[in-house]
């Protein structure tokens, strides 16, 4: 089993930056993908940024050139660096690591941009 803890949401006004952190701890295989994904009150989580082991990150329209999704393999650690937010970024931020037909996911952290 795989364990993610999330940190670093919070309120920021708009145009401001977050920068969120998602630990991995357990059973961490070296080929697998770990990714960010949102999700508001009666909507679908969406995917905002995941990242695969040698390959290019992955990112949603939305947040195209203000968001950066990075890793740090040794610390089995993947990070969200979210530059010039928006209001419409508003939601509960969830890290998951998925390996072949593992999947995993961490609690969630909330993130509150202000108009």
């Known amino acids: 089993q795989v364990q993610l803890v999330e940190s670093g949401g919070g309120l920021v006004q708009a145009g401001g930056s977050l920068r969120l952190s998602c630990a991995a701890s357990?059973?961490?295989?070296?080929?697998?993908?770990m990714g960010w994904y949102r999700q508001v009150p009666g909507k679908q989580r969406e995917l905002v940024a995941s990242i695969s082991s040698g390959s290019s990150p992955n990112y949603a329209d939305s947040v195209k050139g203000r968001f950066t999704i990075s890793r740090d393999t040794a610390r089995n650690t993947v990070y969200l660096q979210m530059n010039s937010l928006k209001p419409e970024d508003t939601a509960v931020y969830f890290c998951?690591?998925?390996?072949?037909?593992?999947?995993?996911w961490g609690q969630g952290t909330q993130v509150t941009v202000s108009s």
């Open positions: 998951r690591y998925t390996s072949g037909t593992y999947n995993s």
């Open positions: 357990g059973s961490i295989f070296s080929i697998n993908t």
